[in-house]
């Protein structure tokens, strides 16, 4: 059994920064695939980035150029760097990962961290 758990998420000041992170456990998964989602209160829940198996990333518009997704393979982690954080980032953040196991994709996600971004 997989588990994706998230860490890192705070209140933070606009301009500031914050750090999250999602630890994987289970037996044989590695972070291939690993993507960062946000959903505000009354939205719909977004991609923020994700990181493929061959190292390259994808960003949301609204997130270039603040964000960085990384992976660590040693730890099995996937992180998201936020920098200029803005209130509009308010948000639960979840990690979200995938592997193809006998042929079939399985789809992880962890329990969400609250990133609050006010004054």
């Known amino acids: 059994q997989v588990q994706l758990v998230e860490s890192g998420g705070g209140l933070v000041q606009p301009g500031g920064s914050l750090r999250l992170s999602c630890a994987a456990s289970g037996s044989g998964f590695s972070f291939d695939f690993g993507s960062w989602y946000r959903q505000a209160p009354g939205k719909e829940r977004e991609l923020v980035a994700d990181i493929f198996s061959a190292g390259t990333t994808n960003y949301a518009d609204s997130v270039k150029g603040r964000f960085t997704i990384s992976r660590d393979n040693a730890k099995n982690t996937v992180s998201l760097q936020m920098n200029s954080l803005k209130p509009e980032d308010t948000a639960v953040y979840y990690c979200?990962?995938?592997?193809?196991?006998?042929?079939?994709?399985?789809?992880?996600w962890g329990q969400g961290t609250q990133v609050t971004v006010s004054s």
């Open positions: 979200k990962s995938r592997e193809l196991t006998g042929g079939v994709w399985h789809t992880y």
